[in-house]
């Protein structure tokens, strides 16, 4: 039977530079690497709200990007 070993993770936090002219959100990503893969949500958000507190711009989406292998 196949199973998921994890390798890498990322956080992207994804961020509200602006509106277009239809009032839309333009948004960035700002993504960090060398995140544990076993990271809970709990943790990934508490980081992600840290980290965004010192950045210009609001986070508006918080993603966790994991890379597993499969065997």
Same mark, same amino acid.
């Given at each position: ?7 890498? !993770? ?5 961020? =509200?530079?602006?509106?277009? !002219?239809?009032?839309?959100? =333009? ?5 960090? !690497? ?10 990934t958000y508490?980081?992600a709200q ?5 950045? !210009? ?5 918080? =993603? ?8």
């Open positions: 039977m196949a199973s998921y070993a994890p390798v890498s !993770s990322r956080l992207s936090l994804r961020l =509200q530079i602006g509106t277009d !002219s239809l009032g839309r959100p =333009q948004l960035r990503t700002l993504s960090f !690497s060398g995140v544990d893969p076993l990271a809970d949500a709990n943790a508490a980081v840290a980290l965004g507190g010192l950045l !210009s711009y609001p986070v508006h989406e918080i =993603q966790k990007v994991d890379t597993d292998i499969v065997s």
